[in-house]
Structure formats: C-alpha cells, structure tokens
C-alpha cells in the first residue's frame, strides 16, 4: 500500500461525510425527547481499552508522513479553506480506532471539534504559522492541517479563535446540534452488547426528540482489517423512532477491502444524526464557515456469522473490428458505493477524456550466455501524430455515441454540457483538470 494511500485513508476514517448512497426511504414518526443529555465524563462505556500496537505505528508513520510531504506552514489566512466538524457524544475510548491514535485526550461521550486547513488554490495541507485556541484553550495539532479539542460539555457553544503571526485573525462559534438521538433497543434487546445475525434484518428502537423529524441518520459499525479498526459506512436513513435496515445493507457496507480480510467480531454500531449548520458570530478573514454538526449513540455488537462483503460486478472482454482489436472493461460498485441504475434519473458528466500511447518501441540483440544463443526482437510503432481538431472529432463523436447508449438503456436524460460547466461546482473543480496533451508519443 502506497504511503500517501493509506495516511489519507486513516485520515478520512476521522469525519464524519454525508452520502446520498444507500437510503432507506420510510415515513419518519414523532418522537417525544426533547432535550441533550450532558456528557458524564465516567461513562461506564469508557472502559479500559487503547489502539493496538500496529495501529499507534501505522498512525505515527502516517502523522510524519504526512506533515512532511503534504503540509506547509502560512500566516496568510486568506490563502487556506478551513473543514469543521463538530462531534458529540463521541463513541467509547475502548474501541480503539485508528483515528483515535491521531489524537491526545479522548474523551468518551463527550464533545469533539476538529478543523482541518487546505490551500485554497492549490492542492496541499497548511499548519497555522501562529495559534488556534477553542475556548481559550489551544487546539491540538495532529497532522496534515488538522486541529483537535475535547470538552466534556455537550450544550456549550464554542469560540474558535485563529490568530497569525503577521496580524491575520478569525474568529467564529460552533454551537451544538438542537437534536439528540439515543439507542434504546436493537432486536428488541437493550443489553449493553447485542447479539447481532447479519443475515437477518435489524430493528433499531431510537429516542428522538421532538422536531428532528427531518433530519438524517447516519449508520456505522466498527470493522477491523489487518489489525486496523475503522468505521465503515451502514446506511443513511430519515428520522424515526423505528428502523429497519434489510439484511441486504450488511453485505453492501461502504468497504472497499476488496481480499475478503475484513471482520466484524467485537463490533460497535455508531448511529449520528446529521446535520450541516453556518458558525455565527463570524468575524476576521473568513466571511462565512459551514460544519458538520453531529450527535452520537451507539452500542457493542456481536455479530456472528461472518459478513460477506459484496464486491459489485465487473465485466470485460475485446472486440474485433476492420481497424483493429477493442478491449473493454466495466464495473460497477456494491450498492452502497453504486446506487441501483434503475434509481438514475439524469445525468451530468464530470469529465469524458480519451488517453492513448501512439509510440512503441522494442528492440533485437543476440547474445550469447554459457553457449546458449538469445535472441531479443526490436520494433518501432509509431502512430501518426493527428492535429487536435480531429483528436476533439473523435472525442466528440465517442461522447454523442455514449450518451445515446445511457439515455436508451437507462431510460434517463443527460444534461447539456454547457448546463454543467455552467454551474459553480463545475467552476470550482475546473482548476484541477489537467491540461490537454497531443505529442509523438500520447494523446490526452
């Protein structure tokens, strides 16, 4: 596994990302709780329990890692983006998941804020060159421009306050979410660890308070692969007092381990009400922040049997053609990464590119070994190098001959490129394309 692969990979285990992946669609209900508990800080799920040993190094590599290779420093608050998220009643310490070795001072049911800082016009990581405090405290440094701070109170907003050596300042509040959610019961069982058959439906009895009815539920177990313990995605589900998740959602866990590896004994399952709120009482170099604002319960889970992940479909083989050979490749994630084609609707493209090498070169020796005669062959293809009005032809016509395919199949419109490029996202994501390419030897 590459270096830059796995930091980002047990960085990304940290946040908490909505998707539109895998939502179960019913009617919510009314709930009666109506207020968030406080923390206690000696939670009796906060038993004794740290990251293994291969999750504290793998963790500690990845943190010099990364604040080498992709972090700089800077004291011009108007070059970065800041992330926030806002955590409460975060899951046991015991767990022992690979972001919690990023982190000192975790504290069990209590309120976890994190910001991470990017370049704004540039790939890149940034570490403020001065001091980020969260309630007069300083916020911790992990790697890779996050910050960190813990707090046992979950019903206090926060004051983030970020100040440059040169004079550029920031500050801003986080307020906690207006909504709890509390596990009641799993399969009709509040034990504090539940018997859980993944081949069989599971039935959640939630505490929702009264006016959450719109919000959204995010669903997480614990999973654990080559020593390392991480959340993968469940599923995402309206507000309501009862829910059912189909045996089906197990096997279509947002977990790309594609070597069968991964297991589920001595699990957790995390479920977070979601929501995506703007920090008041913005004042300095940023105008306006949104953050995650998230709330936490959960319990232990023993899931017996295995779980057979899904690993989608994937389809390939060649052609034979006048002008030559064609080989193709398709695939098409689990139903958790990859919704059902039957869902789509309308289609918008990103991106459509064509790549091709239209150079070869090999060559013929003959030498001789130990009396043994080789012999090695050389060949030379040279495509011929085609002006970009007929590379942007063949673009153009694999492009309308694609889209005619999707929208008979598929039954589904595609909007009009100029309707995508139009659009902020588009214009937001456009600096990092790569620029076209037309030499002897590739075509892109």
């Known amino acids: 596994m590459k270096m830059k692969l796995l930091i980002t990979l047990v960085l990304a285990l940290t946040f908490s990302v909505n998707s539109h992946a895998q939502f179960y669609k019913k009617k919510t209900k009314e709930a009666t709780t109506d207020s968030i508990p406080v923390a206690d800080e000696e939670s009796k799920r906060d038993k004794k329990g740290k990251p293994n040993l291969l999750t504290k190094v793998i ?60 370049k704004k016009d540039s790939y890149g990581f940034t570490k403020i060159d001065g001091t980020v405090t969260i309630d007069g405290k300083p916020a911790e440094f992990a790697t890779m421009g996050v910050y960190s701070a813990f707090s046992a109170n979950l019903t206090k907003p926060q004051v983030v306050e970020i100040t440059t050596k040169k004079g ?111 920090v008041t009482n913005v004042s300095g170099n940023f105008s306006e922040i949104e953050y995650d604002n998230n709330y936490e319960d959960g319990r232990y889970l023993d899931i017996k049997p295995d779980i057979e992940n899904s690993k989608g479909v994937t389809a390939s083989g060649s052609d034979k053609f006048e002008d030559g050979n064609v080989s193709y490749e398709f695939s098409k994630p689990n139903a958790f990464s990859s919704r059902l084609f039957s869902n789509i609707k309308n289609i918008g493209t990103v ?86 390419e037309n030499t002897k030897v590739e075509v892109s």
Not at 184 to 198: H, Y
């Open 59 to 118: 963790t500690k590599v990845a943190k010099v890692a990364g604040g080498t290779m992709q972090t700089s420093s800077t004291d011009d608050l108007n070059s970065i983006v800041p992330s926030v998220w806002n955590q409460n009643n975060i899951c046991p310490a015991n767990l022992g998941t690979a972001d919690m070795a990023f982190y000192e001072n975790w504290k069990t049911s209590g309120n976890m804020v994190v910001m991470m800082f990017t």
């Open 168 to 278: 550029d300042k920031s500050t801003f509040t986080i307020n906690p979410p207006k909504y709890s959610v509390k596990v009641k019961t799993i399969n009709g069982s509040a034990a504090e660890t539940i018997n859980v058959d993944p081949s069989k439906d599971m039935v959640l009895e939630l505490d929702n308070p009264k006016g959450s009815e719109n919000t959204v539920l995010g669903i997480k177990i614990l999973a654990k692969s080559v020593g390392l313990k991480y959340w993968a995605d469940l599923g995402y589900f309206p507000s309501a007092d009862k829910i059912v998740i189909p045996a089906a959602y197990f096997r279509n866990l947002n977990n790309n381990n594609s070597n069968g590896a991964t297991n589920y004994k001595s699990s957790y399952i995390q479920i977070i009400r979601m929501s995506r709120e703007k």
């Open 351 to 436: 991106s459509f590119a064509l790549r091709g090498v239209t150079y070869d070169h090999k060559e013929k020796t003959k030498y001789n070994i130990g009396g043994n005669s080789y012999t090695t062959t050389t060949k030379t293809l040279q495509f011929p190098q085609l002006p970009d009005e007929q590379w942007d032809f063949v673009l153009d016509n694999l492009y309308k001959n694609l889209t005619t395919i999707l929208k008979e199949e598929l039954k589904a419109n595609v909007e009009p490129i100029e309707k995508i490029k139009a659009t902020d996202a588009y214009s937001r994501i456009q600096q990092f394309s790569k620029d076209d």
